[in-house]
């Protein structure tokens, strides 16, 4: 049997990258999905997909960052399957500069992509784990999360939030039957930060880790038996320098 046969996983920022590579995992292993995104062609088509792979999915367009959007998605599930097992919050930008050359309406759109939508998508998944007395929450958060990076100090305090707020959750949530932990992953050849600090030509040469290598990795988590739960996955790649 499958391993995730008749759990319903919610995924935000699923049209690209990271989020997309997790719904085509989780649909391999037998998920029904609840997708959202701001780009609708994609989430049609990333639909259509995971039911070749064997899952059911339906989708959600919106902008991560509202909570109309965060209500949608948890009604959604609710709807088409009746529960929510998985919320994977995946959502989230990237913009490298120092910080003498930082906006405060850059601090604003990153905190609020990646904090706010973590935030958001909690807020209204929590109660329908809470009534099944059991849940696993994971937030797709960075190794600038865990490490400070120069030329990135902004983006660091965002994901540094999302790992704080998911150890608080984890002792808040605990005693609901609910698991709750983060991905940290180093660089990803995806679209993320395209134009603020990243090029198409430098990633596509780089030896980060592909959405896959990452994919991998919630798949594991959510697929630990009930008695184990994942705190944290740190992942680099093979070549990073040793220096």
């Given at each position: 049997m499958a391993?995730?046969?008749?759990?319903?996983a919610?995924?935000t920022?699923?049209?690209?990258g990271i989020?997309?590579a997790?719904?085509r995992a989780?649909?391999?292993?037998?998920a029904?999905?609840?997708?959202?995104a701001?780009?609708k062609d994609r989430l049609?088509e990333l639909?259509?997909?995971?039911k070749?792979?064997?899952?059911?999915?339906?989708f959600?367009v919106?902008?991560?960052?509202?909570?109309?959007t965060?209500?949608?998605?948890?009604?959604?599930?609710?709807?088409?399957?009746?529960?929510i097992?998985?919320?994977?919050?995946?959502?989230?930008?990237g913009?490298y500069k120092?910080?003498v050359d930082?906006?405060?309406?850059e601090y604003d759109e990153m905190m609020?992509?990646?904090?706010?939508?973590s935030?958001?998508s909690c807020?209204?998944?929590?109660?329908?784990?809470?009534?099944?007395?059991?849940?696993?929450?994971?937030?797709v958060?960075s190794?600038?999360?865990?490490?400070g990076?120069?030329?990135?100090a902004?983006?660091?305090?965002?994901k540094?939030?999302?790992?704080g707020?998911?150890q608080?959750?984890?002792?808040?949530?605990r005693?609901?039957?609910?698991?709750?932990?983060?991905i940290?992953?180093g660089?990803v050849?995806?679209e993320?930060a395209?134009g603020k600090?990243r090029?198409?030509k430098?990633?596509?040469?780089s030896?980060m880790?592909d959405?896959?290598d990452v994919?991998e990795?919630i798949?594991?988590?959510c697929?630990?038996?009930?008695?184990?739960?994942i705190?944290q996955?740190?992942?680099r790649?093979?070549?990073e320098?040793?220096?």
């Amino acid at each position: 049997m499958a391993k995730l046969q008749g759990k319903v996983a919610v995924i935000t920022g699923a049209s690209a990258g990271i989020g997309r590579a997790a719904a085509r995992a989780l649909a391999r292993e037998g998920a029904k999905l609840v997708l959202t995104a701001r780009r609708k062609d994609r989430l049609e088509e990333l639909a259509a997909e995971v039911k070749t792979l064997g899952g059911e999915a339906v989708f959600v367009v919106g902008d991560a960052r509202e909570e109309k959007t965060a209500k949608d998605c948890t009604e959604a599930a609710l709807k088409a399957f009746g529960r929510i097992d998985i919320l994977i919050a995946n959502a989230g930008v990237g913009n490298y500069k120092n910080l003498v050359d930082t906006s405060l309406e850059e601090y604003d759109e990153m905190m609020d992509a990646n904090m706010k939508t973590s935030w958001l998508s909690c807020r209204h998944t929590v109660p329908v784990m809470i009534r099944q007395k059991e849940g696993l929450i994971l937030l797709v958060s960075s190794m600038a999360g865990v490490y400070g990076f120069p030329g990135e100090a902004t983006y660091c305090a965002t994901k540094f939030a999302q790992v704080g707020f998911a150890q608080g959750l984890d002792k808040e949530l605990r005693p609901h039957g609910i698991k709750v932990g983060t991905i940290n992953p180093g660089g990803v050849k995806t679209e993320f930060a395209l134009g603020k600090g990243r090029t198409e030509k430098g990633v596509a040469e780089s030896e980060m880790l592909d959405s896959e290598d990452v994919a991998e990795a919630i798949l594991f988590a959510c697929t630990q038996s009930k008695l184990s739960r994942i705190i944290q996955i740190q992942m680099r790649t093979m070549a990073e320098s040793l220096t």
